[in-house]
């Protein structure tokens, strides 16, 4: 079984060439510049193309090139060798105002940033052929986290705050996130392209951690005295996965409690380096 990879430069791609080690990597510019003709030489009968390029900033057209025009080119590309495409989708198609904070496949999005609306887009795309897997990935928790996340500009607040022996001040410690581990991920991706179940799924652990709290974990475990602080600049906000439809077709589950995640910012704040915060500040979840 032939697999590509697209978008093996970008920080999720480098997690799945590790575990899809004997995948072609291609380049998701190359793929846009060509309008897919460079897959062509690449694909056979039945092979998998996984996307996992996409970009969460560099301005609208960056945003609707890499997040909405690339699936439907690669969506074209497996109808033609009858293939499959696994589209690493995203939570932010969800939006923040699903009831209770839970997040359901059926659930109507309602994205509320450029990157959930081209996102959303793109699953739209992706689904249209009928012969895509759809997973759409909550928060990612990895040491070093993701440049420009919530995560890295959480533990470079805390290395900051313990460095200068000071409490620790979060935008907003009561917001709820659903978190997964990159392992998760990697697996989920490798079941679908062998499964190739087709539909929008949850990569998610159904379980809520509240950010104020995985800061406390980690403060007692770096042993530290000092407090969390909530400025309170965001209202707490709530986004929680369902994760049942994925297990029951993957075989797949998560589970990342509060310490668990206290021990990732943990080890990011002691030993990651970690991207200068914005100069706003942080970053709205």
Not at 13 to 33: H, Q
Not at 164 to 187: I, N
């Amino acid at each position: 079984m032939t697999v590509l990879l697209v978008g093996a430069a970008g920080w999720l791609g480098g997690f799945f060439r590790e575990r899809l080690p004997d995948a072609v990597a291609v380049s998701a510019s190359d793929v846009l510049a060509t309008d897919g003709r460079v897959l062509e030489p690449l694909l056979d009968a039945g092979a998998v193309v996984v996307n996992a390029a996409g970009a969460r900033s560099g301005g609208p057209e960056t945003m609707r090139r890499l997040n909405a025009e690339l699936p439907g080119l690669l969506v074209a590309e497996v109808e033609r060798v009858a293939g499959h495409l696994v589209h690493l989708a995203s939570a932010a198609e969800y939006g923040l105002g699903q009831p209770g904070g839970l997040c359901v496949e059926d659930a109507v999005p309602a994205p509320e940033s450029e990157y959930g609306r081209t996102k959303l887009a793109g699953t739209m795309r992706a689904l249209d052929g009928g012969r895509a897997t759809v997973l759409r990935v909550f928060n990612v928790a990895a040491v070093p986290p993701q440049a420009g996340t919530p995560l890295a500009d959480v533990a470079g607040r805390v290395r900051s705050a313990v460095a200068d022996d000071r409490d620790v001040e979060l935008l907003s410690a009561g917001t709820v996130r659903d978190w997964v581990r990159p392992s998760f991920v990697c697996a989920s991706v490798a079941q679908a392209a062998q499964g190739r179940t087709v539909g929008v799924f949850n990569v998610c652990s159904g379980t809520g951690v509240a950010m104020g709290a995985a800061v406390e974990a980690t403060l007692r475990r770096l042993g530290s005295t000092k407090r969390v602080v909530d400025l309170a600049v965001y209202p707490p906000t709530t986004v929680i996965g369902s994760p049942d439809r994925w297990r029951d077709a993957s075989g797949l589950g998560e589970a990342l409690s509060v310490d668990d995640l206290g021990a990732i910012l943990g080890s990011a704040v002691s030993g990651a380096e970690l991207e200068q915060r914005d100069k706003d500040g942080g970053h709205r979840w």
